[in-house]
């Protein structure tokens, strides 16, 4: 564990919230009969989530149920520690936060703290009353809602997302925002902005027999070496509801959290594709998806400036990057794979082909 | 002023090998820079004088000064109001200026802005440390203590 530099004073305010919030959780434990454990391993990681009660887990657990645990020889650094506790099944209220919230009315609040209190991270989530902090020091974490029940949809499907994104900082993990889906080890990974046809084509190649990572999120690693890395996260597919009825295999098996302003369904690909999610591939090649409203899909090369430009400013944005690491992360990944564009077609059972098309022309590529 | 530097930490950038690509993390926008502009990127950002640059550019690609200082000062007024870049603070670069890569024909500097990605900052908007310092303790609870 990396060893806890002198605090100032904003650190100390905010290490002794720190201590107060797990003190709450040890208290909402105790109501509910004692802390339930789910163990497992995140890239090669030890991954420790302690809940204080069937709630939260109900909400957090499904999308990262898939992650097994790793034997010990095969973790490398200290373990990542999340404790969850709500008040409305323990009665365990928030403990009077050191600060004043800011008085926006917005409805999501990405607090960013002093530089003399950098070790930690906190988000906050004014409409589903939520809240996160992180000790960077210690690897550990506590999330705060009030009520389970009424956290939506993008929490069921990508738990933690914030946690995971600051402690991969510490990690030489980069959290990106994209789709992954491969065969025999080799991934594509697939960028775009939101709406760009990601979640599409990685579930229509889960459907066709593919290897599954993400749809979404996932973990980059060693981006500038011979073999690069995208971790899995979360097992969870996401389609608006709309777009079901094109899916009714998947239609089947989506179930419906609490509905947020993004309208999906969630999908949980291991209990239905048990085979197919893979904790990790090599990325081969960087894909950039793209709606075309054309007969048949097209794959045609492109160049890394676009793999950057699509891939970095949804990542950035969208995690609230502070500083360049993660750019730098993502451009070097640009440079050491072939990227290519796919236009999607209106026949979607040509999808799956063509990212197997753009597999085969790599293995050709590595052959010669 | 005609010294500038890179506005970081809030703007980063990628040498897309004749495409300069920036993000200003800030802003939520990102940028695209072509043209000949890009081989003066590094120069451009350390500090070069704009005068300089534009001289380097002119005698490089055997243009006069007057048809190259409208769209080079143009570019880095854009840059300048994007805050891609700011008002320079170290000292002077000596020596003798290097482009990066091949020169080739002469292309006009161009920048285009993307800020399709505004919405996402918009959703989860970042509240700053204030001059005072930050967290305050309620007053209430520093009454009381």
Partial sequence: MSSVPP??????????????????????????????????????????????????????????AHLGESPASALCGPALRIYCWETELSGVPLPPPPWHWPDSGEAQQHVVLPASAQRFRLHVTREYEELTLYDTATLRAVVWARD?????????????????GWWGDGEGL???????????????????????????????????????????????????????????????????????????RLARVAVSPPEDGFDK????????????????????AIVLPRVAHL??????????????????PSTLFQLRATDSRSFRAMAALTRKVPCRHLELGRDFAEIPHCLRSILTSLLKESQL | ????????????????????????????????IRGSICHYWSELIAGRSTVEIINHVAATFSLSEDDVRPTVGKIVQQLLEEKILR???????????????????????????????????????????????WPHRPESEAKNS
Avoid: W
């Avoid at chain 1, 389970?148 to 995971?164: D, E, I, R």
């Avoid at chain 2, 990605?117 to 005072?132: G, N, R």
């Fill in chain 1, 295 to 312: 007969e048949q899909c097209a794959v045609t090369p492109a160049s890394f400036a676009d793999a950057l430009k699509a891939l970095a």
């Fill in chain 1, 174 to 248: 980069h959290l990106v925002h994209a789709a992954c889906v491969g065969e025999a080890g080799t991934g594509l990974l697939l960028a775009g902005r939101g709406g760009s046809g990601k979640s599409t084509t990685s579930l229509l190649g889960l459907m066709a027999g593919m290897q599954f990572v993400s749809d979404d999120y996932c973990l980059l690693e060693s981006p500038a070496t011979t073999a690069p890395t995208a971790h899995c996260l979360f097992s969870s597919g996401k389609l608006l509801r709309s777009h079901l009825e094109n899916f009714p």
């Fill in chain 2, 1 to 32: 002023m005609t010294r500038f530097e890179l506005n970081a930490p809030d703007a980063t950038f990628e040498d897309c090998d004749g495409e300069i690509i920036v993000i200003n993390l800030a802003s939520g926008n990102y940028y695209s």
């Fill in chain 2, 87 to 133: 008002p320079a603070t170290a000292e002077t670069p000596t020596g003798d200026i290097t482009i990066s890569g091949t020169a080739g024909k002469y292309e006009a500097p161009s920048l285009e802005r993307y800020d399709d990605m505004q919405d996402l900052l918009l959703l989860d908007p970042v509240h700053e440390v204030d001059v005072t310092g």
């Fill in chain 1, 7 to 64: 605090q100032t004073a904003p650190e100390a305010l905010i290490a002794d919230y720190f201590e107060r919030l797990l003190e709450a959780f040890e208290q909402a434990a105790n109501a509910s009969g004692g802390a339930l454990a789910f163990d497992a391993s995140v890239a090669n990681r030890q991954l420790a989530v302690r809940y204080s009660g069937a709630g939260l887990g109900r909400v957090f657990t499904p999308a990262l």
């Fill in chain 1, 148 to 164: 389970a029940n009424k956290l939506p949809a993008y929490y069921h499907a990508a738990p933690f997302l914030k946690v995971f």
């Fill in chain 1, 265 to 284: 369904k969630v999908i949980y690909a291991h209990e239905h594709f048990p085979d197919q999610v893979s904790p990790r591939l090599r990325i081969g």
